[in-house]
């Protein structure tokens, strides 16, 4: 079939890449070979697009000094921590730094290989020599430090590296010792460890090489500029889409076995009864009688894209289950794949109820928690009736909160780092009547505005949007808008400050392949500003009622980018302004200040905070046993003063979120089934920064409710769409 999508407008935020040397793998690279002459032909479609103004909203030429720049950005990509090359690799590939740029325009991209070829010879060497560590001892009773952040530490010679080495398996070691292990123990786990890591590298495709590469040039240009491959392209449009064709389980690699690590909800994996968290799937055969293949050892994307498949086929799984020996026969499973939708990633919805306080009433306060702004394009443009779209999800939470008659409505976007751009306009006109939702300013300087065109409103009552630095693109989108529109309050942290919109650009279109060859491109292609006419770029949204910033802005959002947009302004859309809170917020903030003194929840987290932010700041650990020791024993002691504190106040907390003393593990040498387990109850567990919102929004109804004059200036009389906010 071929391939001729339209261009999907995105407004996408923290994508970030995955260094290489992370990146499970099987498959060799095929180093002697080299690109293939569709890898060359895709580098230099990247190029021609990069480089127009037609296309991208600050394109640049692809010169010597670009050229430096994509030399130090793939470097960086392959060994962020700067453990693995030795200054001298480094300055040998100064031969380079003005020659990629020619590479990229002519197809001739061999650089990136040549230059992974020695990265994996020095993984190579570096993981044998920690791996022969481990057959000595290590003495933990000097005053040594482990300096593991080397962002801006210089690339070290190879004595330089025996020692950080050194400190880092001595650290590993440690946190495995404090944590009761033995010696002979900590030997088997952290060889295993460096082995996995080691095999990782060595069984990378050239397509991620080549991805990794192309990369270090698109993201020299813009931060948020990327190439992917044709697979990788896949991946992405699933997470967009919020759905997929397959079985319905969530998968990672374990040592050499893949493992179930979690099903959806409906899927066939959970409807089949035969699976669960912690089996392994060591076999896969298409139909009802393909041939089993053997996929111990395969990629994790490999055995993935065995499993999925279009809706109505079958798939056969061979699994040991997680109880059983590794070794021992499989059973069989035939599941019939079908269109999964991702329950993780859809719109979720609680009611939360405030108690009363003084003369103030008890308040339900209904909450709308949305990790991403999904939509299925491609269903949409189908006209399919049951697309996904987080506009109509969250539609539907609002209807039933009607329903229930709650007093107030809290947007939850923390951690919601973007998606479509058309459901960041469709999502805000749930809470305005028309209107201008974002402006979006092209390359060429022409500003087009997307408005709510739909009249009415889904939830014309009060309204809070809860962000915080994680909070990007899309969801600064409705977080300025309704603050702009003084539509709801805004309460958390200043947001990442991505003002950028992406667009993805399938390199298949061109040559209409039957099968996808080139891969796509995430485009920036214009810079979005609020209704009021300023950026979210660099600044971000600031909160009116703010809670102590989680990370510091230094180390965090897009103004750590050093290549990213300066901030500036257009002039405004005329929009209505359903409200002003400033005259509120003085006294919203009074009473948080109050409140939030008393809650020990809370407290807990603002000391949490302060402890997190401070163990970053010197960026490097003890290895002194005794010095750890006391530091794990402090931390034990607070964690039994808090669960007796929470028994004391009756708060509910999951016995195994009361046990979270570091175990010296990795996240794939764990559990699976007690993984899932803790991350279950986690979701699960008090989140005071939620509630003190939800009591943030029912103090502004009271207030407003109790004070005539301050409601008129807060809500005007005009006001007719969101006219409920008084009692």
């Given at each position: ?24 793998g ?22 021609g ?65 040549a230059?992974?070829?020695l ?42 590296l025996?020692?950080?080495w ?160 590794l ?111 974002v ?17 009415g ?42 003002g950028?919109v ?129 530091e ?31 175990d010296?593990?990795?996240a ?26 939800a ?33």
């Amino acid at each position: 079939m071929i391939r001729n999508r339209p261009l999907i407008v995105l407004s996408i935020g923290l994508a970030l890449a995955a260094p290489l040397a992370l990146l499970a793998g099987s498959g060799d690279i095929a180093l002697s070979n080299g690109p293939t002459q569709d890898q060359s032909t895709t580098a230099r479609m990247v190029h021609g697009l990069l480089s127009d103004s037609r296309y991208a909203y600050r394109p640049r030429a692809l010169d010597d000094a670009l050229s430096r720049e994509v030399l130090t950005e793939y470097l960086k990509t392959l060994d962020p921590g700067k453990v693995f090359l030795t200054a001298q690799d480094v300055a040998g590939f100064d031969k380079y730094a003005t020659a990629l740029d020619d590479a990229i325009k002519s197809g001739k991209v061999e650089p990136a290989w040549a230059i992974f070829a020695l990265y994996r010879q020095r993984v190579e060497q570096r993981i044998g020599y920690a791996r022969g560590l481990l057959k000595g001892e290590f003495d933990f009773n000097k005053d040594d430090r482990y300096q593991y952040d080397r962002e801006d530490a210089p690339w070290a010679d190879a004595a330089g590296l025996d020692t950080l080495w050194r400190q880092s398996v001595k650290n590993d070691w440690l946190r495995l010792k404090l944590a009761g292990k033995q010696p002979d123990e900590i030997r088997k786990t952290l060889d295993k460890r460096y082995a996995n890591l080691l095999t990782s590298v060595q069984q990378l495709k050239g397509d991620e090489v080549f991805q990794s590469f192309m990369n270090a040039y698109a993201g020299s240009i813009d931060p948020h500029t990327d190439y992917m491959t044709p697979r990788s392209a896949e991946n992405f449009n699933v997470s967009m889409s919020n759905s997929l064709e397959g079985i319905g389980a969530v998968l990672f690699r374990q040592d050499d076995v893949v493992v179930i690590r979690e099903m959806v909800a409906g899927g066939p994996a959970a409807r089949s009864g035969k699976l669960k968290p912690g089996d392994r799937i060591v076999g896969v055969g298409q139909g009802t009688s393909g041939e089993i293949k053997d996929v111990i050892g395969w990629r994790i994307d490999d055995v993935v894209s065995q499993i999925r498949g279009a809706a109505d086929t079958q798939v056969r799984l061979d699994v040991v289950p997680a109880e059983a020996p590794l070794d021992s026969k499989p059973q069989l499973v035939q599941l019939t794949r079908a269109k999964v939708r991702l329950e993780d990633q859809r719109a979720k919805a609680e009611t939360i109820v405030v108690p009363a306080s003084g003369d103030a009433p008890a308040r339900r306060i209904g909450v709308v928690k949305l990790p991403g702004f999904y939509q299925d394009f491609e269903a949409r443009r189908r006209n399919d009736a049951s697309y996904a779209s987080a506009t109509r999800d969250v539609a539907k939470m609002l209807a039933d909160f009607r329903t229930q008659k709650v007093d107030g409505v809290v947007l939850d976007l923390r951690g919601n780092g973007g998606g479509s751009l058309t459901e960041a306009v469709e999502l805000t006109g749930l809470f305005i009547d028309k209107g201008p939702v974002v402006q979006v300013r092209e390359s060429g300087g022409k500003v087009s505005v997307q408005y709510d065109q739909d009249a009415g409103v889904a939830w014309d009552g009060p309204l809070a949007v809860l962000v915080n630095r994680g909070s990007a693109s899309a969801s600064e989108i409705v977080a300025g808008a309704i603050k702009d529109y003084g539509r709801g309050l805004v309460i958390g942290e200043t947001t990442f400050g991505k003002g950028t919109v992406q667009t993805m650009v399938d390199l298949d279109r061109w040559p209409a392949n039957e099968k996808p060859r080139f891969g796509e491109v995430k485009l920036t292609v214009a810079q979005f500003f609020r209704p009021d006419g300023s950026s979210t770029q660099n600044k971000g949204v600031t909160p009116d009622v703010a809670f102590p910033a989680s990370v510091d802005s230094s180390e965090f959002g897009e103004s750590t980018y050093p290549n990213a947009l300066p901030w500036t302004r257009i002039a405004s859309a005329p929009h209505l302004r359903y409200g002003n809170f400033a005259p509120l917020l003085g006294a919203l903030g009074a009473r948080h200040q109050a409140r939030s003194a008393k809650d020990v929840e809370y407290q807990w987290w603002v000391e949490d905070v302060r402890r997190f932010r401070e163990e970053q700041a010197k960026k490097s650990i003890s290895l002194n046993e005794a010095e750890r020791r006391a530091e794990r024993d402090r931390f034990d002691a607070q964690r039994k003063q808090r669960a007796e504190e929470r028994k004391r106040l009756g708060i509910e907390q999951d016995p195994l979120l009361e046990s979270r003393a570091d175990d010296g593990l990795t996240a794939d040498e764990r559990n699976v089934a007690d993984s899932v387990a803790r991350e279950a109850a986690a979701k699960k567990a008090t989140d005071p920064l939620l509630r003190e919102s939800a009591a943030i929004l029912a103090d502004a109804i009271g207030l407003l409710g109790k004070d005539a004059n301050l409601a008129a200036q807060v809500l005007p009389a005009t006001r007719n769409a969101a006219g409920h906010w008084a009692d």
